[in-house]
């Protein structure tokens, strides 16, 4: 069965949707779900993105399965590193991801590109963030959208150039396999042909340096989203010769 590894339900502060949506929509396309809810510990706003587990356990508990399982999305940052491996190592996830979504405070959907409007250093702090919290952070399964700055980047051009940012990528990725660790591959808009051409380039550099899995995630924040752009994935991982995981229990899957 395949699975979709990466999604938000109303446990999540940017999310309407609810458990029912998710059963009714992973039933119609006979997909694997794993729930992974946000907790952001750096969101400038300390309202929102503060996962009540307890809550959630309590809430879901009943739902999980073989085919759907109770995940976390951490937003990685080095100053909470002790606060997020307490909650990580003391609840029972099946998978967590890990994600950079904030630096120096700044998050990327609401001011981090008014720090400076130059492309190359604000993609050069994201990937710098990125090796100090995967170097740092033990207690994830899989890195999550390595090209989670395009969504908002302001550029013309908001691709991820391998060649560009190799130095740091390489570092990126040795340091997760060296670990045991995997890359998600976030299909949101991997439908797009020049998003799917750069992260093609990034996720070959992977498997040349040793990768083998990956996990897929729609990322989903509504029903219509759940499974968004399968098809195109399956083709981009088969293209590479990567295999498509999950986790259970944070063990992966094959």
Known sequence: MIFDNHMHTIFSSDSTMKIEEVLEESKKQNLGIVLTEHLDLDFPDPDMFRLDVQNYFKTYESYRSATLGLGIEIGM??????????????????FVIGSVHSIDGHDMSLDFFKVGSDKHALYLKYFETMEKDVKDFDCFDALGHIDYPC????????????????????????????????????????ADKKRYASLHKIYTRYKELGGKYVTLGSDAHGKTAIGINFKIAHEFVDSIGLKEVHFENRIMKI
């Open 151 to 190: 969504r908002y980047a302001p550029y013309e051009d908001k691709e991820i150039h391998l060649e560009v940012y190799k130095e740091y990528i390489d570092r990126i990725f040795i340091e997760l396999l060296n670990k045991g660790k995997i890359l998600e591959l976030n299909t949101r808009t991997i």
């Open 77 to 94: 940052n080095s100053d909470f590193l002790q606060e997020y491996t307490r909650v990580v190592n003391s609840n029972n996830f099946d």
